[in-house]
């Protein structure tokens, strides 16, 4: 008997030993992952000690580098060479997050499907065809030939293979162990991919097929009526209305519909289908920045802040670093994979982002030869294609997938018209764009002046941001920047004939006539992604921008704003008022007044009429609204549109305001001929009923902070259990703190200027993306309770601060 146990006992040892040195489909085997040695144990990380101070020896530096760390685990880094800088930058950057600065390389290079299998195969397929390397590649090339973006390339790129290298499989990040591969090398181009992901992410995807679509079922005029080029009921334009255009502008292409082109749909064969959307766009999300004058502040010098409202993961989008070399000495934030400080301050300047939503994406009908497309027509003869071919590799399979993208003068040849599997619509897009966008960060984090700040923004290509800037001379100004594609009015807002050399871009808006303020007379600058000027600017930006809300209570705020301080602008970043709910909920109330109500109903309404509209976290009311009126706005349209765009939330306010018997209240789907009355009743008992049947009877389970659920959620977006718990927040897509489910402020800073700058900031998350970090999620409760963190800015690497803790010298090996 003894002897069957023995060997039993073997047989089940010897299959579970197999059993976990075995690949799991996908996943890697568990062994490995399990194992005390180099397993998941090895990721644990203490606390670090404050007197720790390591040495380091590594290859290719030029002299000692030396990193203090502050109590938040902020990397301070001192080079005396700008070489060893940026060295100790890709040094500490990978250190903190290795692993997220690989996967979002793959994602940009199509590269995915190495290590997670098909499950991303289509995603590769997608960025390959995007053009996502030729882009990369076109702006390498551009950076290696001047020597500043050269050195801060092999610099970092340096930095961050002398840490893989020095790493052993018992020190690889939790997520390579948990995919079962290792860390490979880092190569120069893998920044631009990083730069061709983030232009990504903020490109909007383009919409031509959908408007088009709208273009060719109801006419001109109903595009005009209900898609119009401008708000119609209100806007606060970034760059003031009646700002005088001080310059002479080029003269505007000829719009193809009046040179006797016809409709824009004419020249297509199949009937429009709208492209496949992988999420909706969210309206209203975008991020904030703004700066008050001297004259406003109590400090007597500029203030200045930003919260870009991106993706929240963890780890944070951002890295927090201090930069301290020979010409600079620079805080903020830098994007992991790229060298620089993003966002951030100097001893003179500030300055900050958000995204202007340029229309820099157009997709054109391609008229190829035969099927070989080897040739397309354009301006009147046969012009050669060109062919890149991709190899896609495969976890799991032997043979590459074979990827064979047409290029024109356009762009990639990336998707179809109709639901042919072969595409025949060319993209243009800015990420193609050969520049050297890195220049215009680099002389930021040095600027001394407006005028540097200036300079610094020829150098950069897109996508266009809002630059707001402020400076120790006391100067505050906002630049609606980037390469602006000049453009005939509202070029690319359908699809566009490839034929007809007409719809191409013809050039750039000149740099210098850019949208730009400086010192406006009402004593501050901002940009919440609205409508960068009123309908006077003479060249064409785009048609469509964000929902005017933020822009206009950030602007309302800080007009009747005086001796403010960072905190002043810190509890603006953290507004909650929803100047929607102001604007069109006293109407929607006047018309339910006519309506017979249940008692449920007549109880949510009487909450709402004594709503104070703030989308506060314990809020009934805001989630009453925030149901209600996409529930309102999609009785409206969907009818009509379906599948296609709805029109905005302005134009949707304008129709009920100043409309109020318009035909697009009815249903054209039932008999009856429904009215605004009618519509306003019924998506208002559907919104209650929605919020009772997911959160039963109306109670604190509809407090606006649990109906919205934010949540922060790791990058690989299946490791649950690195997710952050369920914050409790107020926000929302139409207000200040524009936090919905899974976006928000993606960093929060406030930037007091003077003879010894003081600053403000913090991110959700930490400076680590190791979970078994205490610098994992140790921002995150500050960040939830809408707190900043001071940060701190050090003048020498032995100046004393007592949140100074660890330190790391580098030497020469």
């Not at 006992?9 to 040695?37: D, K, M």
């Not at 003081?758 to 930490?766: C, F, K, L, V």
Request: hydrophobic fraction near 35%; charge should be positive; aromatic fraction near 10%.
């Amino acid at each position: 008997m003894k002897f069957v146990k023995a060997i039993l006992s073997i047989i089940v040892t010897i299959g579970l030993v197999y059993f976990l040195n075995r690949p799991l489909g996908p996943a890697p085997a568990l062994g490995p992952f399990l194992s005390p040695f180099t397993g998941f144990w090895q990721n644990s990380e203490p606390s670090s000690d404050p007197k720790s101070q390591k040495i380091i020896k590594l290859d290719s530096l030029k002299s000692e580098v030396i990193i203090r760390f502050d109590d938040s685990g902020v990397p301070h880094v001192f080079a005396k060479n700008n070489f060893d800088l940026f060295y100790g930058q890709g040094y500490i950057t990978a250190k903190d997050r290795l692993w997220q600065m690989d996967l979002q390389t793959r994602a940009a290079a199509g590269r995915l499907s190495e290590i997670l299998g098909k499950v991303t195969l289509e995603m590769d397929q997608r960025n390959r065809r995007m053009g996502m390397g030729y882009g990369a590649e076109a702006n390498l090339k551009i950076a290696m030939m001047d020597p500043l973006s050269r050195e801060a390339l092999l610099g970092y790129t340096a930095g961050v293979n002398a840490y893989i290298n020095q790493l052993l499989p018992k020190d690889y990040p939790v997520e390579f162990k948990l995919l079962g591969y290792k860390p490979e090398p880092w190569k120069l181009i893998n920044t631009m991919y990083m730069l061709e992901q983030m232009t990504l992410n903020l490109t909007s995807p383009p919409d031509e097929l959908n408007m088009s679509a709208i273009l060719e079922k109801y006419g001109r005029n109903v595009i005009d009526q209900l898609f119009p080029d401008y708000p119609m009921l209100e806007e606060s334009p970034i760059i003031p209305s009646g700002t005088k255009w001080d310059f002479r502008p080029l003269p505007i292409p000829p719009d193809v519909a009046n040179a006797g082109f016809g409709d824009t749909v004419s020249f297509l064969k199949n009937p429009l289908k709208p492209l496949h959307r992988s999420s909706p766009k969210e309206e209203g999300i975008g991020s904030n920045n703004w700066a008050v004058g001297a004259e406003k502040s109590v400090t007597g010098y500029p203030i200045l802040a930003n919260d870009p409202h991106l993706d929240l993961s963890l780890p944070s989008i951002w890295y927090q670093i201090q930069l301290h070399g020979p010409e600079v000495n620079v805080c903020g934030v830098s994007l992991p994979g790229i060298p620089s400080v993003i966002i951030g301050f100097n001893q003179n300047v500030a300055w900050g982002v958000t995204n202007v939503d340029a229309d820099v994406t157009d997709l054109y009908k391609i008229k190829f030869k035969d099927n070989s497309r080897k040739f397309y027509w354009h301006d009147k003869q046969w012009k050669s294609t060109q062919m890149r071919t991709e190899l896609i590799y495969v976890k799991g399979q032997n043979d590459p997938v074979r990827e064979e993208v047409i290029y024109t003068h356009h762009g990639p040849v990336t998707h179809s018209e109709s639901s042919s599997a072969i595409p025949d619509l060319a993209l243009k897009w800015i990420g193609h764009v050969p520049g050297n966008s890195f220049i215009t960060f680099y002389e930021l984090n040095k600027a001394k002046n407006y005028d540097d700040y200036r300079k610094a923004l020829t150098h950069y290509v897109g996508p266009a941001q809002n630059f707001v800037f402020a400076d120790n001379s006391k100067n505050i100004a906002i630049t609606v920047n980037g390469r602006l594609p000049l453009k005939y009015k509202d070029q690319g807002k359908f699809l566009l004939d490839g034929t007809n050399p007409a719809t191409d871009w013809h050039g750039w808006i000149p740099a210098e006539q850019n949208p730009f303020v400086k010192n406006p007379a009402r004593g501050f600058v901002s940009s919440a992604n609205q409508s960068s000027t009123d309908t006077t600017y003479p060249y064409y930006i785009n048609w469509s921008f964000a929902a005017s809300e933020r822009g206009i209570r950030i602007n309302e705020r800080l007009e009747v704003m005086s001796n403010a301080n960072a905190d002043s602008l810190r509890s603006v970043q953290n507004d909650n008022f929803s100047v929607l709910a102001r604007t069109i909920l006293p109407k929607l109330l006047e018309i339910l007044g006519r309506s017979q109500l249940n008692p449920a109903q007549k109880a949510a309404k009487i909450m709402l009429a004594n709503w104070n509209y703030q989308n506060a976290p314990q809020s009934v009311p805001a989630s009453i609204f925030e149901e209600w009126f996409p529930a309102l706005r999609s009785a409206i349209w969907n009818d009509e549109f379906g599948k296609l765009n709805i029109p905005s939330r302005d134009r949707t306010s304008y129709l009920i305001l100043k409309q109020p018997n318009e035909k697009w209240f009815d249903n054209v789907n039932t008999p009856e001929k429904e009215t605004l009355h009618n519509i306003v009743h019924s998506s208002f008992k559907a919104a209650l009923d929605t919020l009772t049947a997911r959160h039963g009877d109306m109670s604190s389970s509809w407090e606006w902070a649990r109906i919205k659920g934010t949540e922060i959620r790791h990058l690989s977006r299946s490791l649950r259990t690195f997710n952050s718990p369920i914050l409790k927040t107020g926000g929302g897509n139409s207000i200040v703190n524009a936090t919905t489910r899974y976006k928000g402020p993606s960093w929060r800073m406030v930037v007091e200027l003077g003879p010894t700058p003081r600053a403000y900031g913090i991110y959700p998350g930490g400076q680590s993306g190791n979970p078994g970090s205490p610098y994992y999620l140790n921002l995150l409760k500050k960040w939830e309770a809408g707190e900043l963190n001071e940060l701190v800015y050090l003048h020498s690497p032995t100046e004393a601060n007592k949140r100074l803790t660890s330190k790391i010298t580098l030497v020469k090996k």
